[in-house]
């Protein structure tokens, strides 16, 4: 069993930048695939990033690439989604979720374990 708690959700300003943070219990994190989702009310959850148990494969959706970096530290049972150049649009409420495979993917039927999520809120 594998918990996650995100971290890291505010309101900042169009253009702005944000950190999130999910941490994750359990001696096996490191053999975990992690990803980043979002969700609007009203609206499906979506996919934003994922990263390999490595970290030396991610994936990004397309609205986000350039803008956004996933990484992870293995030592300390974390993944993080760095926000740069924050959108209105990117306002969403984040997910962290984790895969018990090595290998990354950007379905998110495939995730296996769910963080309760971080509120994102970007002002115009």
């Known amino acids: 069993q594998v918990q996650l708690v995100e971290s890291g959700g505010a309101l900042v300003q169009a253009g702005g930048s944000l950190r999130l943070s999910c941490v994750a219990s359990?001696?096996?994190?490191?053999?975990?695939?992690m990803g980043w989702f979002r969700q609007v009310p009203g609206k499906e959850r979506e996919f934003v990033a994922a990263?390999?148990?490595?970290?030396?494969?991610?994936y990004y959706a397309d609205s986000v690439k350039g803008r956004f970096t996933i990484s992870r530290d293995n030592i300390k049972n974390t993944v993080y989604l760095q926000m740069n150049s924050l959108k209105p649009e990117d306002t969403a409420v984040y997910f962290c979720?984790?895969?018990?495979?090595?290998?990354?993917?950007?379905?998110?039927?495939?995730?296996?374990?769910w963080g309760q999520g971080t509120q994102v809120t970007v002002s115009s």
């Open positions: 979720a984790a895969r018990a495979t090595t290998v990354a993917t950007i379905a998110m039927g495939t995730y296996d374990y």
């Open positions: 359990g001696r096996t994190f490191s053999t975990y695939a």
């Open positions: 990263i390999s148990w490595s970290g030396d494969r991610t």
